[in-house]
């Protein structure tokens, strides 16, 4: 430790951090009673519904369908009818048209997309307007400009569109994750009927509108609501020609073994349990801003999150200490105040799932820290929390426990490192923090990671292609890449 940093050290951290409060009008979000499904260009009444709720609050938001198989078959035959009438023979530039549309009217309407994603998800304000909105639009405006240029992309293959395409999205991010179906899906000349998640459904029907006043032809993209149910009616439906899906690895094993033999394409985005990787060497200060980033974003609710933090045992000591003063800095509460950095978890579910594995990281022995704070009494809620002395057997290194829980292991050597990074059977993402430039490749090559991020956490752009190895998931999404699922080649 140097003199300095023994200095900051002892600077007192002050016990209290009273910001005013800063609220997001909600108002600029118009709610209806009741939606229906999404089918053809108009709006289908459906036969039952359920309450969606904002899971800061318990309080119910609106009624959304509960698509039956007839309703999925409705939206299937809407998708087919639109792409063998016009759709796949529009001209490519007409077709990128209607994308940079949809990318322009998303910037233009971010603020009210931003709100109505934080209260029905939870998520904070400042992500939703500073990520989630910004990525959404620039994924349309990134695969607008590949529509007419599919031919050098894939040169000498002679590109066309697969037909149909099934997508199915998770809660976390789900305008996001809707951006990355059904842009590259539109681009390459497909028609789409997407289903989001069951607690998530109002921003994928607020883009319905975006549909319309894009005025894309009638049929080519299409929303169905619904649980579990709806997912797998639009898996095994037979006018579907390819699927894919964002979730958990459990569902998607169960959609591998649905399509065997079937001749449908899938592609799947699974699960991980990223190990975010801390040299002696790192920038410590840096570093645990990366960690922050990597485990609290989005309330620890994201796939490539970096949930084990393997750090280099010379340094642990201090770096646990700035880590836990730095999370006592982290404002928990209402999502929709700009000054929140940690919002409600997404369902009762999904914390009663959290819980659980907490619980089992304290019987087996790991060591838990929780910064003081105040959970509002209502909704659902979780505090930052980091695990030290854990072993790898422990569940919670090894198990996705998808919320705002940290897994500290160390490690002394980069053998052990690359070791015990890749002892996982996931493989969706990786963090590198060192001043090493040939360090940070040594390491890329070894860890066995569809993404490895070095010096920095959980960033994306739509050039680049994500995507995991093993029970992560295969095939990727972002870049040219992304485009490749949705073609077929002659
Ligand atoms: P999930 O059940 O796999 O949900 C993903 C999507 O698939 C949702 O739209 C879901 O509908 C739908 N679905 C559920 N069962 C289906 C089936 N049999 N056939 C077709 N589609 C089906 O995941 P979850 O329940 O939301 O969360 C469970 C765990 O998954 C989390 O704790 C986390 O570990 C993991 N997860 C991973 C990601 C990721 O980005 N890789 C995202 C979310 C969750 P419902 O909404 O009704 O379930
Ligand atoms: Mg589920």
Same mark, same amino acid.
């Given at each position: 430790?140097?003199?300095?940093? #023994?200095? @900051?050290?002892? /600077?007192?951290?002050? *016990?209290?951090?009273?910001?005013? +409060?800063?609220? &997001?009008? $909600? !108002?600029?979000?118009?709610?209806?009673?009741?939606?229906?499904?999404?089918?053809?260009?108009?709006?289908?009444?459906?036969?039952?519904?359920?309450?969606?709720?904002?899971?800061?609050?318990?309080?119910?938001?609106?009624?959304?369908?509960?698509?039956?198989?007839?309703?999925?078959?409705?939206?299937?035959?809407?998708?087919?009818?639109?792409?063998?009438?016009?759709?796949?023979d529009i001209s490519p530039a007409e077709r990128a048209k209607y994308l940079f549309r949809i990318a322009r009217i998303l910037q233009e #309407?971010? @603020?009210?997309? /931003?709100?109505?994603? *934080?209260?029905?998800?939870?998520? +904070?304000?400042? &992500?939703? $307007? !500073?990520?989630?909105?910004?990525?959404?639009?620039?994924?349309?405006?990134?695969?607008?400009?590949?529509?007419?240029?599919?031919?050098?992309?894939?040169?000498?293959?002679?590109?066309?569109?697969?037909?149909v395409a099934g997508q199915i999205v998770p809660w976390?991010?789900?305008?996001?994750?809707?951006?990355?179906?059904?842009?590259?899906?539109?681009?390459?000349?497909?028609?789409?009927?997407?289903?989001?998640?069951?607690?998530?459904?109002?921003?994928?029907?607020?883009?319905?509108?975006?549909? #319309?006043q894009a005025e894309l032809p009638p049929g080519v993209v299409n929303i169905v609501t619904g649980d579990g149910r709806t997912g797998a009616g639009l898996v095994k439906h037979e006018g579907v020609d390819k699927i894919a899906f964002t979730g958990s690895t459990e569902v998607g094993k169960a959609i591998h073994r649905e399509l065997a033999g079937t001749g449908k394409r899938l592609t799947l985005e699974l699960g991980g349990k990223a190990a975010n990787v801390i040299f002696d060497d790192a920038a410590l200060d840096q570093a645990v801003e990366g960690i922050v980033n990597g485990i609290y974003f989005n309330q620890g609710h994201v796939c490539c999150a970096g949930s084990r933090l393997l750090v280099q045992e010379s340094i642990s000591e201090p770096l646990i200490g700035?880590?836990?003063?730095?999370?006592?800095?982290?404002?928990?509460?209402?999502?929709?105040?700009?000054?929140?950095?940690?919002?409600?978890?997404?369902?009762?579910?999904?914390?009663?799932?959290?819980?659980?594995l907490v619980a089992s990281g304290e019987e087996e022995g790991a060591e838990i820290y929780q910064p003081p704070c105040r959970l509002p009494e209502k909704g659902y809620w979780f505090a930052p929390t980091v695990f030290t002395n854990v072993a790898q057997s422990y569940r919670i290194a090894q198990e996705e426990i998808f919320g705002p829980v940290l897994s500290v292991l160390t490690f002394r050597t980069p053998d052990e490192a690359v070791e015990k990074a890749n002892n996982t059977p996931y493989g969706l993402s990786a963090g590198v923090w060192t001043e090493k430039g040939s360090r940070i490749l040594a390491m890329a090559q070894r860890l066995r990671a569809g993404v490895v991020w070095a010096n920095t956490y959980n960033r994306f752009d739509p050039a680049s292609p994500f995507g995991g190895y093993k029970e992560s998931g295969y095939g990727r999404e972002g870049g040219r890449h992304g485009l490749e699922p949705y073609l077929e080649f002659e």
């Open positions: 430790m140097t003199e300095l940093e #023994r200095k @900051r050290d002892r /600077a007192p951290v002050p *016990s209290q951090w009273d910001y005013a +409060p800063a609220p &997001e009008a $909600r !108002d600029l979000v118009q709610l209806r009673e009741r939606y229906g499904h999404f089918v053809g260009g108009e709006w289908l009444e459906p036969k039952e519904t359920y309450a969606t709720i904002d899971p800061s609050t318990e309080e119910p938001l609106a009624e959304v369908g509960q698509a039956t198989n007839e309703e999925v078959d409705l939206a299937v035959r809407a998708a087919r009818d639109a792409f063998t009438n016009g759709w796949s #309407r971010s @603020r009210e997309f /931003a709100v109505l994603e *934080s209260l029905n998800g939870g998520k +904070p304000i400042r &992500e939703s $307007r !500073d990520v989630d909105l910004p990525l959404s639009a620039a994924h349309f405006f990134y695969y607008a400009g590949w529509a007419d240029k599919l031919e050098y992309a894939f040169p000498n293959r002679k590109p066309r569109p697969v037909g976390n991010f789900p305008l996001l994750m809707l951006s990355w179906k059904i842009a590259p899906a539109l681009a390459a000349g497909n028609t789409v009927v997407l289903k989001p998640a069951e607690t998530t459904p109002l921003s994928a029907l607020l883009f319905c509108d975006v549909v #319309r700035k880590l836990k003063r730095r999370l006592e800095t982290l404002r928990v509460g209402d999502p929709l105040d700009k000054n929140t950095d940690v919002g409600a978890i997404n369902s009762r579910q999904q914390l009663d799932k959290i819980k659980e």
